[in-house]
């Protein structure tokens, strides 16, 4: 087997190069305005777009567009703040449901358009319509060529969603 060409190599380090710096330029406009992490305003979307505003820990995992390593401690966190509260599961008195509340859903609202701006302002201003276009064909061929891998659910997700799905507002 063969090493990856020069031009694959290129291509590899500035995607992650660019995931890192469009990813902390928003983090930072958020920060700048006041509000939390972006991982927060990702929960409360996520919960938002239940009709009843709820999920198991586990759904809402599965859900979630970022990678969440200790989804607990930030649930703690966000309860403490009044945004999400957690009530049993019917029928399952070991499982729980997340529901957004009304303070929850309140911020998420206030975060929308500092996130968009933020979205515009480090990939919208740089890309012409054309190459956002070609951009987010060529992702999502690298997001359907890992659904063989079976090795993240995030990927699969991804990859199986439609432009309106990959909303995050």
Sequence with gaps: MRGPSEIVITAWARLVRAQRAVMAGI??????????????????????????????PRELEQE???????????L????????????????????????ITEEGRSLQKRIWPVYAAAIEQYVGSKLTEGEVQVLAEALKKLLAADENESAR??????????????RVS
């Design 153 to 166: 659910p995030l990927v699969k997700k991804l990859s199986a969603t439609s432009a309106s799905d990959d």
């Design 76 to 99: 703690d966190r966000m309860e403490a703040e009044g945004l999400v509260r957690r009530i049993p599961y019917p029928g399952d008195k070991r499982r729980q449901l997340i529901e």
């Design 27 to 56: 983090e930072g406009e958020l920060k700048q305005a006041g509000f939390p992490p972006l991982s927060w305003y990702d929960v409360l979307l996520e919960l938002k777009r239940r009709p009843d505003g709820r999920l198991t």
């Design 64 to 74: 979630m567009l970022f990678e969440q390593y200790n989804l607990s401690r930030l």
